[in-house]
């Protein structure tokens, strides 16, 4: 897993190669490079990885490449370019949608709460199972998509597993898991929204950190 934009260098991409890289994910979020490179704050990181990942699949071509997106404020009009893109430029084998994890106290710029989602993340996931049914979501709950499809709307955390950020992010004692190392800005939690929802037993609610801060006003069970 890596941002991708030292692929372009042809001698890092050969001892990638000669290591026995099999399988890489990299990010893109956005269709053009402005998009993308404010969504990370670097410039010219969009023609540094895309640059890389079309070099790499020329000269391995069996390298396994899943591409991620974060749907944010600089993106969520891009959503449905950035599907064309990943799959008619780069043709990677694999791309998902998810979302950031708001952090403790971080009403960040780029974050697009739960409650305010729902149109963009309708649309483009309506719009990818048309050109893509292997395009999946990640993190979202069902009720955001208005729609029970677990095939592509992957909710629960198992699937990835949380990032081992040792003690300094542990969640308060009362709220640990069975995860080891689970930080608090990965948990989540069923609300009264949820009782009487179809998707009950296979969702596993919102993240806590968004919810707290931004409730569920509008957002509609299935």
Not at 188 to 199: F, G, P, S
């Amino acid at each position: 897993m890596t941002h991708g934009t030292r692929m372009e260098e042809p001698a890092l991409l050969n001892r990638l190669i000669a290591a026995g890289l099999d399988r890489i994910e990299i990010p893109i979020y956005g269709s053009k490079p402005n998009i993308h490179d404010q969504a990370t704050q670097t410039p010219g990181s969009f023609i540094s990885v895309t640059k890389g990942v079309k070099e790499l699949l020329e000269k391995a071509p069996d390298i396994e490449v899943v591409v991620h997106c974060l749907i944010m404020k600089k993106n969520k009009e891009d959503l449905c370019n950035i599907v064309d893109y990943v799959q008619n430029e780069l043709k990677a084998n694999d791309f998902f949608f998810s979302i950031p994890c708001l952090a403790m106290n971080n009403h960040s710029e780029f974050y697009v709460p739960f409650k305010e989602l729902g149109p963009y993340a309708r649309e483009v996931y309506k719009y990818a199972l048309k050109v893509n049914k292997n395009i999946s979501f990640c993190e979202i709950p069902f009720c955001i998509f208005g729609e029970y499809n677990p095939v592509n709307i992957k909710n629960c955390i198992k699937d990835f597993g949380p990032p081992n950020l040792g003690k300094y992010n542990q969640p308060p004692e009362e709220q640990k898991t069975s995860i080891s190392n689970l930080p608090r800005y990965r948990l989540k939690k069923k609300t009264n929204l949820c009782i009487d929802c179809k998707a009950f037993e296979k969702c596993d609610g919102f993240f806590i950190n968004d919810i707290e801060n931004y409730g569920t006003q509008g957002i509609q069970n299935l």
